[in-house]
Nanobody, 129 residues
Framework: VQLQASGGGLGQAGGSLRLSCVGSGLKLDNYAIAWFRQAPGKEREGISC????????YTADSLKGRFTISRDNAKNTVYLQMNSLKPEDTAVYYC???????????????????????WGKGTQVTVSS
């Protein structure tokens, strides 16, 4: 049972990347899913979250308009569309699953959450200027 983030790589400033979070042995429609990122020397940052059916989403204010979270439960996949990339988006991106909505609520209120049920392997995003 695991989560796996993929789709990272080298992007150019102003470009786009789409990350995917896939559940292996895990039905993602039973979980709210969040994206986190951690840049070198910086704390982990919760950036976006989506409820089990996708009816509710949260995206950090600093990323609204550029990053969009979505999910396709038929494909057992959650996406993070990243547009207008900036060098400061360079980080390892992770997805996490929580059976409750507490994760999304906590991220919206405090920008952090440590109680997720599953934590996936990350994918590196590097944005060149």
């Amino acid at each position: 049972v695991q989560l796996q983030a993929s789709g990272g790589g080298l992007g150019q400033a102003g470009g786009s990347l789409r990350l995917s979070c896939v559940g292996s042995g895990l039905k993602l429609d039973n979980y709210a899913i969040a994206w986190f990122r951690q840049a070198p020397g910086k704390e982990r940052e919760g950036i976006s979250c989506i409820s089990k059916r996708g009816s509710s989403t949260y995206t950090a204010d600093s990323l609204k308009g550029r990053f969009t979270i979505s999910r396709d439960n038929a494909k057992n996949t959650v996406y993070l569309q990243m547009n207008s990339l900036k060098p400061e988006d360079t980080a390892v991106y992770y997805c996490a699953a929580d059976v409750t909505l507490v994760m999304c609520t906590a991220l919206a209120a405090e920008g952090r959450y440590d109680g997720m049920d599953f934590w996936g392997k990350g994918t590196q995003v590097t944005v060149s200027s």
